[in-house]
């Protein structure tokens, strides 16, 4: 039931459902309950707990459960218990953007999986490892890895996680500019989470439809600028609407969800838009509302950048307020 509480997207609920199991778990009455459920309780909680972590705001606090979870399943050495660790830990990493860490630990998970014949946690560690590869530039190779990874996943029948790896491999379209292409592969996955209501990755999904819409808005704005005689890049406010909105409804899945960690890329995704409109103080105010909500993970790569707008913005403000006097 946990489990299914943290695909829902039900983070808060999952959360407490995985404190209590871990207050229940004793390392050595439960050393062989791997056999009994294809997983150890001690390093899965562990594994479902950092991520709820990371999506409920608490990215320092995720780090810590996910090195548990490592440590527990190297001591218990059972096949499935580290693969599933080290899958987690690299995903963990690709959600707070360290495609080094997330590379490292795919590389792990792949290497045990294929010893031991855990076809579908190396099918998903692959297209981790694909993700890893395109944030470090070698777009090529990392596309090629997450489309072995997704059609190794697709072999196995399941569809869990599914759209979040969609959602990545959607990401790598828009970094590599293939706009149309991600936006065909974003529906795929909006059309397996309506189908199987895996709701945990629907904000960032949202976000990256946005984006994809505004990139195709600002070269279709372009391209008119250019004709018409206009600004390079101006582009009018009605023509990124639908990219606002989507950035809106991100938002406001993350907040249903108690996501904050998801609110605030969302956040993060607008304020540039009202930036680039010249709506400085809209963009201040709605990130200065998330932000101070965060107690810890500050130098992570979303609060970092958050903080650097921020800075950018209060400046900008107060560069077109009048003087006194």
């Known amino acids: 039931m946990e489990i299914i509480f943290l695909h829902l997207g039900e983070f808060t609920l999952a959360l407490e459902h995985y404190e209590k199991a871990l207050s229940l778990y004793d390392p050595e009455r439960h050393r062989d309950d791997a056999f009994l459920y294809a997983q150890n309780p001690g390093v899965a909680m562990r594994c479902f707990a950092a991520w709820a972590l990371w999506f409920l705001g608490q990215p320092e606090q995720a780090l810590e459960r996910i090195q548990e979870a490592l440590t527990l399943a190297r001591q218990?050495?059972?096949?499935?218990?580290?693969?599933?660790?080290?899958?987690?830990?690299?995903?963990?990493?690709?959600?707070?953007?360290?495609?080094?860490?997330?590379?490292?630990?795919?590389?792990?998970?792949?290497?045990?999986?294929?010893e031991h014949g855990l076809v579908l946690y190396q099918a998903m560690a692959t297209a981790t490892r694909g993700w890893a590869l395109i944030l470090q530039e070698r777009q090529e190779e990392g596309i090629e890895q997450m489309v072995e990874g997704l059609a190794d996943h697709r072999l196995t029948g399941a569809e869990v996680i599914l759209p979040h790896f969609l959602t990545l491999l959607v990401e790598a379209f828009a970094k590599t500019g293939q706009v149309e292409e991600g936006l065909r592969v974003l529906e795929e996955a909006l059309?397996?989470?309506?189908?199987?209501?895996?709701?945990?990755?629907?904000?960032?999904?949202?976000?990256?439809?946005?984006?994809?819409?505004?990139?195709?808005?600002?070269?279709?704005?372009?391209?008119?600028?250019?004709?018409?005689?206009?600004?390079?890049?101006?582009?009018?406010?009605?023509?990124?609407?639908?990219?606002?909105?989507?950035?809106?409804?991100?938002?406001?899945?993350?907040?249903?969800?108690?996501?904050?960690?998801?609110?605030?890329?969302?956040?993060?995704?607008?304020?540039?838009?009202?930036?680039?409109?010249?709506?400085?103080?809209?963009?201040?105010?709605?990130?200065?509302?998330?932000?101070?909500?965060?107690?810890?993970?500050?130098?992570?790569?979303?609060?970092?950048?958050?903080k650097a707008l921020l800075d950018e913005l209060s400046k900008s403000s107060a560069d077109i307020e009048p003087p006194f006097g």
């Open 76 to 114: 218990l050495s059972e096949p499935h218990g580290l693969a599933q660790a080290l899958f987690f830990a690299a995903i963990l990493h690709q959600l707070r953007r360290e495609e080094r860490m997330a590379q490292e630990h795919a590389e792990a998970a792949i290497a045990v999986s294929r």
């Open 191 to 306: 059309a397996v989470v309506h189908r199987n209501g895996e709701a945990y990755y629907l904000a960032e999904l949202y976000r990256i439809k946005g984006e994809l819409l505004l990139m195709r808005a600002t070269d279709q704005g372009l391209s008119r600028a250019a004709t018409e005689g206009k600004a390079e890049g101006e582009v009018e406010s009605p023509v990124v609407a639908p990219a606002e909105a989507c950035f809106h409804q991100s938002i406001k899945i993350a907040q249903q969800q108690k996501a904050k960690s998801w609110e605030l890329r969302a956040a993060m995704s607008l304020a540039r838009l009202y930036r680039n409109q010249n709506k400085q103080e809209e963009a201040r105010v709605l990130l200065t509302q998330i932000y101070r909500r965060f107690t810890e993970g500050f130098d992570t790569t979303d609060l970092r950048e958050t």
